[in-house]
Structure formats: C-alpha cells, structure tokens
C-alpha cells in the first residue's frame, strides 16, 4: 500500500489517499475511491465546490468510481435534536429544519445536472449521499451518475435511525436499484439500513458486486458490519463516512450539538470517519481511515468475486428457496392516487 499525499484545496491542510493494487493483473480491476470529508454545513453550494475538488484529486489517482459519503450534499445534522421532546417542539427547532429544508436539493434540479457534470468532466462513477427534497418532506438518499455524466436513478434511504425519523421521510421499494456497468453492478444502502437482513437479500438478487455503504457511523464496530456483507454477499464492499470537527458547523447559538456542547472545542472531532474498502473475502483493501479528511483508494479484482461465491452463493446454490424466500414489493407506495392518471395511461 502507498500513501499518495493530496490537498483538498480549502484550508484542511494535507490528506491522504491509500492505493491498494490488485493481486491478479490478468482479472478486471476497478480503481474505486471512498471519499472521507466534511460537509460545509448549511452551504450547499461551497459543498458542491468542494465536492468538485475532491472528485478532481480522485480522478487524478486514477479512480473510476468515487463513492462519497451519507449526506454529504445538504449534511448530516449531527447532534441536533431539532427542538423536539414527545408532545412538543420548539420555534428554534422548527427554524433549524427550516435551514436545513432550503439546504436540501430537488431531485432533478441543478444542483443533480451540476452533479451529472462533474462525473462525465472526470470521467468517473460517481455515488454521492445527498438530502433529498421532495416537497417539504425530506429524505436521505443516495445518487449515481455514470462516466458519461448521466444521472442513473437514486436510492432513498428505507427506515431512519432514532431520531433521523423525525426529519426524513421513509424509502420505498421503488428505489433499490443495482446498475449494471462496465465496471460491475453497483448498488447502495445507507448506515444502519446495512443491518437489515432482507434489504441485503434483495440487493444479492439483483446481483450487486460493489456493494456502496455511505454511513455515519464511526464506531469500530461497524467494520464489523462491512466484513460480514463483503462475506455474506461476496462482493466489495465501500464504506464511505464524514471526517468532522465541530468547527466544520456552524458555532453555538446557531448550531448545538445537544448534551455535549460545553464538552467540545472548535477541533473535537464529532465524527471519526473510519471510511474502509473490503474484499469478497474479507480481506481489508484500504482504511479504516480515523485520522482525518481523506482519500481511501483500491483497485478491486472483479475476479475475486468468482472466488467467494464458490464458497458461498446467498441467493444461489447456498439458498433454500423451496423453504425461505423473500417477497419485494418493489411498487411506487403514493399516499394519494388520482383515477384519472391511470386512465391516461390505459388510453396512450
């Protein structure tokens, strides 16, 4: 493993990107970076710029797929209780998710064709966590584009996290999507929506073979989580988390992490990244990276795949369908339908 010394071109100072080289020269191999930075909180627009910069530095290390972490367009409202108790919430709270709302973006709108642009200008893959507005509902959601700078489809995160609940609307199974391209079949789930059994079922089935887990959680035991899905599906799996200190949010009064604020300085690190690459085996490639911003790189050997699932095919030849099977309800769930929609289609 080399360490290849980058800048973000902002005022972080140094990070570093981690290349692993593949083993077998003679399989297909896929340079694929994990991105682990800090949202530029309630400033989409810098956080845009600053993605650009990162997608560059990436694509000058050769990278064909990028994968940047959960809510990294809009950003994780880390700490923040948003003014809620049960039976109550408070005019500031509501004024934070007023802020947060108009830091979300629509999809489609310019903030995705700006997106759409950055992938085809470096000719990279790219998976980008963002908080999607959809009306005055919002929902945690992640995006793919191609090298061509398309914008593929999204994936909307499925069940919330605690207190997640309160500000992001519910996924559907309309958006479980696995995008066969060149460079493999890759698909997404989002932090603790990894930990549901039957989602990485249905992901398996539709043979996803980079397996993308932009997340918030650093703790150490989640690695423990993305070993067992590398094993468990026999894919590669990228785990994509924020590196933060407190300073990259906005200070107190504006902004309070909750319980914790008389706790922390401008350079506490509120979120300790921990961003890793893992092989169909098991095998760490690169990180888990808990030091700072950072590039994590590997090139992944789409042959190994072959070698995992020889021992272990979850929806193949290790499947019982004939005693346990899944049923996805993979439909568009709407809460109002209008008869005069579907007549339109029966007539065209």
Request: proline content about 6%; hydrophobic content about 40%; overall charge negative.
């Amino acid at each position: 493993m080399s360490l290849v010394p980058t800048s973000d071109g902002g005022n972080n100072g140094p990070f570093f990107a981690e290349v692993e080289m593949g083993a077998d020269s003679s399989a297909p191999t896929v340079r694929a970076t994990v991105v682990q930075a800090s949202t530029v909180f309630y400033d989409t627009p810098a956080t845009l710029e600053k993605a650009e910069r990162l997608l560059a530095e990436a694509a000058s290390y050769g990278a064909q797929l990028v994968v940047f972490p959960e809510a990294f367009i809009g950003g994780y409202p880390r700490g923040s209780n948003f003014g809620v108790t049960i039976g109550n919430r408070t005019a500031k709270g509501r004024e934070e998710f007023r802020k947060y709302h108009a830091s979300a973006i629509d999809v489609p709108d310019p903030e995705v064709d700006r997106l759409a642009a950055m992938a085809g200008k470096y000719k990279v893959y790219l998976v980008m966590g963002v908080i999607e507005r959809d009306g005055y509902t919002l929902y945690c959601s992640v995006l793919f584009f191609d090298s061509q700078g398309h914008y593929m489809g999204k994936h909307r995160k499925m069940m919330p996290t605690a207190l997640e609940r309160v500000i992001w609307g519910f996924g559907d199974g309309s958006t479980i999507p696995v995008f066969e391209t060149p460079i493999g079949k890759i698909g997404a789930a989002i932090c603790w929506e990894n930990k549901m059994p039957l989602l990485r079922m249905a992901m398996y089935a539709k043979g996803v073979e980079i397996f993308c887990a932009p997340t918030a959680d650093a703790r150490e035991v989640w690695q423990a989580s993305m070993t067992h899905i590398a094993l468990e599906g026999g894919c590669f799996v990228l785990s994509a988390n924020q590196f933060c200190r407190r300073k990259d949010y906005p200070p107190p009064p504006e902004y309070v992490f909750s319980g914790m604020e008389d706790d922390l300085n401008p350079e506490s690190v509120v979120c300790a990244g921990g961003s890793v690459i893992i092989s169909p085996s098991g095998a760490v490639l690169a990180g888990p990276n808990h030091d700072g911003e950072a590039l994590i790189s590997a090139d992944l050997d789409l042959g190994e795949i072959a070698l995992a699932k020889f021992d272990f095919d979850v929806v193949g030849h290790y499947s019982r369908p004939e005693v346990l099977s899944l049923t996805v309800r993979d439909q568009p769930t709407n809460a109002v339908s209008f008869t005069s929609d579907s007549e339109r289609t029966e007539r065209s």
